[in-house]
Each structure stands twice: as structure tokens, then as C-alpha cells.
């Protein structure tokens, strides 16, 4: 997880520059396809499959204040069960993006900050004895992050953390965030997310 923590930085760095340069435009041409408003978006977590759970959200955006409402769903033990403990349960995290940029930019695009809560609950089978246990989390979360939108594709990258509570797991993942585990240190209560999103506009 840690490597994925330093690949989500350094495309979250990357996006932005990139896009800038692909989108130079000739003095007075507008790309139509560009410009189309679009509200709405479904998204797949794309790093989620390989850690043993699949994650759709939905995003609703408030175009008048440069905003927008999001909200996941995620089933634990749809995907690769990287660590082998049988995970079964299901993550829900609700969110509120506040856009960095100007009105007059394309919804559902730019950088943004995003409190957001995230719950997971699931059953999974302990390290040491394979017996099933129970992980319940609840955390609250600040992240910052940049979506990108070219036509209706859209990919959206984010880190952030905040504070945690409720029975962890004895591999700190929770299927939408992990617990620290950095330095040589652990806290189960401080809570760490990163990841990449997947998906249309409409």
C-alpha cells in the first residue's frame, strides 16, 4: 500500500501538467466536445479490484457554487484477495468536493478539496489462527485531489487522511483506507487514503 501511496502522489503531481499541454488550443478555436456541460458522473476505483473489493461511486455536481456531492459503494470480496484472510463485508463513503478553480472552468474538473466519512465493515479470517473476525471503522477524512475530464472520460486522483475508531483489522486495510503504518510506527487511529478513479460523464 505504501507503494501505491507514492504512485497516486506522483500522477496526482503529473495530471495536471500534462492535460495543460494536450489541451493548447489555436487563438479563437473552441472544442465543443470540451465545453459540453456535464453533471454527472459513475466512476470505478481502479486500484480497489487488487485489494479484494469493487468500489462504484456516483457524483452529482452543483455547477453555481464549483462543488459537487459524491457518494461510493463498495463490495468487500468482489476482487483479488491480496491478503488471503477471505474479506466479506461491504465500505460506504460519502463526500463533498469543494473546486479550487474558477466558475468558468468544466464542471467536475480540477483540483478540489474533499471532506468526506468513510465506514467499512466485514468479516475476514485472522493471521494468526484463521479464525473469522470482525473489522468495524469509521473515519473522517480530508483529502485533496485533482479530476481530470476530456469529453466524458474522466479519471480523478486523490491523497489525504484523518482521524479513525471502531475494530481494526490485523492488516490495518479497510477497503477505502488503511490505518498508519509508517516509520515503524502504527496508530489505529489515524486513517490514510490514496487512490485512482475510473470512469464517465452524462
Not at 37 to 63: C, D, H, M, Q, V
Not at 109 to 132: D, H, I, Q, T, W
Request: net charge negative; glycine share 8%; aromatic share 16%.
Amino acid at each position: 500500500m505504501k507503494k501505491l501511496a507514492v504512485l497516486s502522489m506522483a500522477v496526482l503531481l503529473l495530471v495536471p501538467s500534462l492535460s495543460s499541454s494536450a489541451e493548447e488550443l489555436p487563438d479563437g478555436y473552441v472544442d465543443e466536445k470540451e465545453v459540453t456541460e456535464y453533471l454527472n458522473s459513475i466512476k470505478f476505483t481502479f486500484l480497489s479490484w487488487f485489494t479484494g473489493s469493487t468500489k462504484i461511486a456516483y457524483e452529482r455536481a452543483l455547477p453555481d457554487v464549483r462543488q459537487s456531492a459524491e457518494i461510493c459503494a463498495g463490495i468487500i470480496s468482489a476482487g483479488y484477495d491480496k491478503y488471503r484472510n477471505d474479506p466479506s463485508g461491504f465500505s460506504l463513503r460519502y463526500g463533498h468536493k469543494f473546486f479550487l478553480q474558477d466558475k468558468d472552468e468544466v464542471s467536475l474538473k480540477g483540483f478540489y478539496l474533499r471532506p468526506e466519512a468513510v465506514y467499512s465493515r466485514y468479516f475476514y479470517n485472522l493471521m494468526e489462527n484463521g479464525e473469522r473476525a470482525l473489522s468495524n471503522m469509521l473515519a473522517f477524512l480530508g483529502t485533496i485531489g485533482y479530476q481530470y475530464v476530456y469529453h466524458r472520460f474522466l479519471a480523478d486522483i486523490w491523497v489525504g487522511g484523518g482521524p479513525a475508531s471502531g475494530t481494526p483489522s490485523d492488516t490495518l486495510y479497510h477497503h477505502g483506507f488503511e490505518l498508519w503504518n509508517w516509520l515503524g510506527t502504527v496508530n489505529t487511529s489515524i486513517a490514510l487514503s490514496f487512490s485512482i478513479r475510473l470512469g464517465i460523464c452524462f
